[in-house]
């Protein structure tokens, strides 16, 4: 018998597993097979020693051969079918909006203190003065 490539073209593009899917099926069989589990081809002594008796490359074969009754189930998450729920956009007039925002203003000059604007001079003179104090 001939061994069949170790590679994943052949029959797995099939199936479309993952790489995941394919060592997660790879490991649970050769871990089977490592613990005597009988073989599902029928493989001869010579073709055995040349893969050295090595359960993954056995396991390989088998998945290859599709004889494997391992499956991976893929559930899809189901669909739903419904229209798209909008917002009712609100108009505002340019009145409502300048009203809107004079009266923002009006809040924020109530609420606080407005920074004013710094006169140069005054900070000259307030230099000065510091520098004054400390030097005395």
Same mark, same amino acid.
């Given at each position: 018998?001939?061994?069949?490539?170790? *590679?994943? *073209?052949? %029959?797995?593009?099939?199936?479309?597993?993952?790489?995941?899917?394919?060592?997660?099926?790879?490991?649970?069989?050769? =871990?089977?097979?490592?613990?005597?589990?009988? =073989?599902?081809?029928?493989?001869?002594?010579?073709?055995?020693?040349?893969?050295?008796?090595?359960? =993954?490359?056995?396991? &390989?074969? &088998?998945? *290859?051969?599709?004889?494997?009754? @391992?499956? @991976?189930?893929?559930?899809f998450p $189901? %669909?739903?079918? &419904?229209?798209? %729920?909008?917002?009712?956009?609100?108009?505002?007039s340019d009145?409502?909006?300048?009203?809107?925002? +004079?009266?923002?203003?009006? $809040?924020?000059?109530?609420?606080? $203190?407005?920074? +004013? =604007?710094?006169?140069?001079? +005054? +900070?000259?003179? &307030?230099?000065? *003065?510091?520098?004054?104090?400390?030097?005395?």
């Open positions: 018998m001939k061994i069949p490539m170790l *590679t994943f *073209t052949n %029959k797995m593009d099939n199936r479309d597993f993952t790489k995941y899917e394919k060592a997660r099926i790879l490991g649970a069989r050769a =871990l089977q097979i490592s613990m005597n589990a009988p =073989l599902l081809i029928k493989i001869n002594q010579e073709d055995l020693e040349a893969v050295k008796f090595d359960a =993954l490359k056995i396991a &390989e074969i &088998e998945l *290859t051969s599709d004889v494997l009754p @391992i499956s @991976i189930k893929k559930p $189901e %669909k739903k079918h &419904e229209k798209l %729920k909008r917002a009712p956009e609100v108009k505002v009145d409502k909006k300048v009203e809107g925002e +004079e009266g923002e203003e009006k $809040e924020i000059i109530e609420g606080g $203190e407005i920074m +004013e =604007l710094a006169n140069p001079d +005054e +900070e000259a003179e &307030e230099d000065n *003065t510091d520098s004054g104090e400390e030097a005395e």
